[in-house]
């Protein structure tokens, strides 16, 4: 279980480490360290709005890239 729990926790990082930066970085900061969609725009320099963007085309592509890899071990 452990060792299962290792391969999945490697394959989102590489997942993630695979995103474009400005997404990753808005997933790294709303998820990882907890921040609001208030507080990211100070870290990124960008608009509360673009914080939105970024978040929401981050998920797509890390549901994309699971579906991918779904679709390939099926």
Partial sequence: EEA???GRMA???QM???LPAKPRAALVLQYRDGLT???IPD?????THAVKKYVMQGL???????ARSEGHAG
């Fill in 11 to 13: 394959r989102i990082t």
């Fill in 43 to 47: 870290r990124l320099g960008v608009t």
């Fill in 16 to 18: 993630i480490d695979a």
């Fill in 60 to 66: 797509a592509l890390c549901r994309k890239h699971l």
């Fill in 37 to 39: 969609y208030e507080e």
């Fill in 4 to 6: 299962d729990l290792e």
